[in-house]
């Protein structure tokens, strides 16, 4: 059996990472937007234009979910990563504003706790994952135990020493844990969609700096955005790495340009109905005795 991957529009397409293949982020330009002519507007034009084409997105989303949770066969797992300021939570809140709030669960994964430390890695993802009919939305995801801990070892949960972090072969084996769980969920009926939210260093300090500048976002910034920070380039090695190893076919990687928050979050939009609608749904059709039961009960409705 196959084990086939979203399909989504062509202009999305040239945004999944190749499969197999060495991904260097330099060559990925963060402040990319879909249409070129947009470039020679200020932000505020730009924003504007987007925002018309948000609510485009918005309604079509709409009827992609409605056509999704009616045939309920298929579920949707759409994983967000990206470094602090990316634009997940905004990206969410764009999504989640075209939706019917019953289809959707958010799931935000903070620092594990004993209990997910108390057992493998996936655990406390797989807990959690959309039903049939479903889209669920990881704010940081299973990604995260190759990407923070790659990067700070020491937060990861105890391990002997034989399979822990410094044995051989470790991190691959991980990408594979991955690789196998995402077929795994493909081969039953959920559809992955990865999207990495690709910022610029600069872009990130200011947004951190505009954090700073407004009374009403201190409640977003954290000092340890900071000090993160510091490591941003051992993030963005580890970013290449575990793009390199888990862009699959059947479980792409979307790298977005995200340093215009209104490309990300039209990208997001459009890539999770684009795939919907490839899956070439339709609404359950009934048997001619059970349209029988329902013309009955028609006739006793408007004849109460
Ligand atoms: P935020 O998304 O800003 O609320 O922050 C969540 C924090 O949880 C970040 O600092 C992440 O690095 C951390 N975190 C999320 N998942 C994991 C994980 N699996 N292991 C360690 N830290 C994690
Ligand atoms: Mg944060």
């Given at each position: 059996m ?21 991904i260097r ?7 990319q ?7 020679d ?7 504007e234009?987007?925002k018309e084409?948000?609510?485009k ?5 709409f ?6 949770a ?31 709030p019953q ?7 903070k ?11 996936l ?10 009919g ?10 995260e ?10 937060r990861?949960?105890e ?11 470790f ?23 990865k999207?990495?939210l ?5 872009e ?5 700096l505009d954090?700073?500048?407004?009374k ?8 340890s ?11 963005m090695?580890?970013y290449e ?14 790298i ?20 919907i ?8 059709t ?16 408007e004849e109460e």
């Amino acid at each position: 059996m196959e084990v086939n991957g979203p399909i989504v529009r062509k202009y999305l397409k040239k945004f999944i990472a190749e499969p197999q293949k060495k991904i260097r982020l330099k060559n990925y330009d963060a402040g990319q937007v879909q249409n070129e002519s947009l470039k020679d507007k200020s932000d505020e034009e730009v924003n504007e234009i987007l925002k018309e084409v948000l609510k485009k997105d918005q309604s079509a989303l709409f009827a992609a979910q409605d056509l999704l949770a009616a045939s309920h066969k298929y579920g949707i797992l759409i994983v967000l990563q990206g470094m602090d300021t990316a634009g997940k939570d905004g990206t969410i809140r764009h999504v989640m504003s075209g939706v019917n709030p019953q289809g959707c669960e958010v799931h935000s994964f903070k620092v594990p706790g004993a209990e997910d430390h108390a057992h493998d890695f996936l655990w406390r993802y797989e807990k959690v994952m959309p039903e049939r009919g479903m889209i669920g939305i990881f704010n940081r995801s299973y990604y995260e135990d190759v990407l923070v801990v790659h990067v700070h070892p020491e937060r990861m949960e105890e391990l002997p020493e034989k399979i822990g972090p410094d044995a051989a072969g470790f991190w691959e084996g991980r990408y594979k844990d991955i690789n196998a769980f995402e077929k795994h969920l493909v081969r039953n009926g959920t559809v992955i969609l990865k999207f990495f939210l690709h910022i610029s260093k600069d872009e990130q300090k200011r947004r951190l700096l505009d954090r700073l500048n407004h009374k009403e976002k201190y409640w977003k910034f954290s000092v340890s955005d900071v000090a993160e920070r510091q490591y941003w380039d051992d993030y963005m090695d580890a970013y290449e790495e575990m793009l390199s190893a888990t862009s699959t076919g059947y479980a792409p990687w979307f790298i977005v340009p995200a340093d215009h928050k209104w490309m990300a979050r039209t990208f997001v939009a459009e890539a999770v109905t684009s795939a919907i609608e490839g899956l070439s749904l339709s609404y359950p059709t009934f048997p001619d005795e059970q349209i029988l039961h329902l013309t009955d009960a028609k006739k006793q409705l408007e004849e109460e």
